[in-house]
């Protein structure tokens, strides 16, 4: 009997042709996103400083841990699941008898890392995965009749999985659609937002969520046009900018890219919500971790976190911002700019 394929037997997808030793597209990188079966190629990936398609590296995970206090029966919150890296250290902190609720709104990556805390062991008595923006914190706690919890951790913004991932929209590098939500099923995507935002709004998104110099030229330029793609959007930000070096233009890139981000997924908005409803959803003793990884955010953890000690919300706060090791930094650049803050209730 023949081996061809017929009709009735078609024949196995070919494996997509790229060109060079390695898959540069995010959705080539079939090993990448299989880490249990080709554990030697994302071993290798890590090693090279970089992050795995399809993954995320989790961000100073002891100084995390060590700033939560955490010990086996506790009861708390992960208030930015992601990937599962800090909820996954967690988990092994808190038990035997603990018991995790694991936010995230994030409709598509949210289910995978629900699956895999499940295959690491973890059943429903330790671990939820609630799809919920933290903003809704009170909300959830006082649904399952929880008083307060030990603590709260959160690893603010976005994941790797949703920046490296094209179709998402994140990220000027890759090109797709000019979406940026964290959640597609709810609100505008980016280009809708850029195209119904006014040029004084437009302005003020840049300077308040990016510190953008010339924020007054880009959105003249950019305000209330049409941009389909994250490339197409690139361009017309470079194209906003003639005269200047390519490292500013690139940072200025980064910048209204980061601040069209917040504005749609109403980051800050989120977040004072999240930091006002804090020192109730812990109990006395219970302590809360934040990593922050620029300035507006940081700015915000560290007033709210300031004037809880002044108003005796809490009775201790961290000195100062806690950072990545060198080591860390080397070898996960995604963790340089990461800042660090706790605060006890
Ligand atoms: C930096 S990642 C967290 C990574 C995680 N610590 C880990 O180790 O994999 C941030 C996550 O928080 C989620 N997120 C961002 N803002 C949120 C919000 N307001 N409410 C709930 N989840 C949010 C994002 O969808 C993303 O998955």
Redesign the pocket.
């Known amino acids: 009997m023949s081996d061809s394929p017929t009709s009735e037997t078609p024949r196995p997808p070919r494996r997509k042709r790229y060109s060079g030793k390695n898959p540069r597209r995010f959705e080539d990188k079939y090993k990448e996103h299989a880490p249990e079966k080709y554990p030697e190629t994302v071993a290798k990936v890590l090693a090279s400083g970089k992050t795995p398609a399809g993954s995320?590296v989790?961000?100073m995970v002891e100084e995390s841990l060590e700033s939560l206090k955490l010990s086996p029966g506790m009861t708390g919150v992960?208030?930015?699941?992601?990937?599962?890296?800090?909820?996954l250290r967690i988990l092994e902190s808190i038990q035997p008898g603990g018991k995790l609720l694991g936010?995230?709104?994030?409709p598509i990556?949210?289910p995978r890392?629900e699956a895999r805390i499940r295959a690491a062991g973890y059943g429903e008595s330790a671990f939820e995965a609630v799809r919920?923006?933290?903003?809704g914190l009170t909300k959830v706690l006082a649904a399952r009749q929880l008083d307060g919890v030990d603590f709260i951790y959160a690893?603010?913004?976005?994941?790797s999985?949703?920046f490296d991932d094209p179709t998402r929209g994140f990220s000027f590098k890759h090109h797709g659609p000019l979406d940026m939500r964290?959640?597609p099923q709810r609100g505008l995507s980016a280009s809708e937002w850029i195209e119904r935002t006014k040029p004084e709004k437009f302005a003020l998104a840049l300077e308040e969520n990016a510190d953008e110099p010339r924020a007054g030229r880009l959105s003249e330029a950019l305000a209330g046009h049409v941009f389909k793609s994250t490339v197409e959007f690139a361009h017309a930000i470079r194209s906003a900018l003639p005269g200047l070096d390519p490292d500013t233009i690139d940072l200025t890139v980064r910048r209204v890219f980061q601040a069209v981000r917040i504005a749609v997924?109403e980051?800050f908005t989120?977040?004072d919500t999240?930091l006002r409803s804090i020192p109730e959803a812990l109990k006395p003793g219970g302590r809360v971790a934040i990593l922050s990884f620029h300035s507006g955010e940081d700015r915000r953890v560290k007033k709210a976190f300031e004037a809880g000690l002044r108003e005796s919300l809490y009775t201790s706060i961290s000195e100062g911002v806690i950072t990545a090791s060198p080591d860390e930094r080397r070898d996960n650049p995604r963790s340089s700019p990461a800042k660090l803050r706790w605060a006890e209730r």
């Open positions: 995320h989790p961000i992960d208030a930015t699941l992601g990937h599962g890296g800090h909820a936010f995230d709104v994030d990556e949210q890392t919920s923006n933290y903003a690893d603010l913004g976005c994941s999985m949703q964290m959640n997924n980051e989120a977040l999240f």
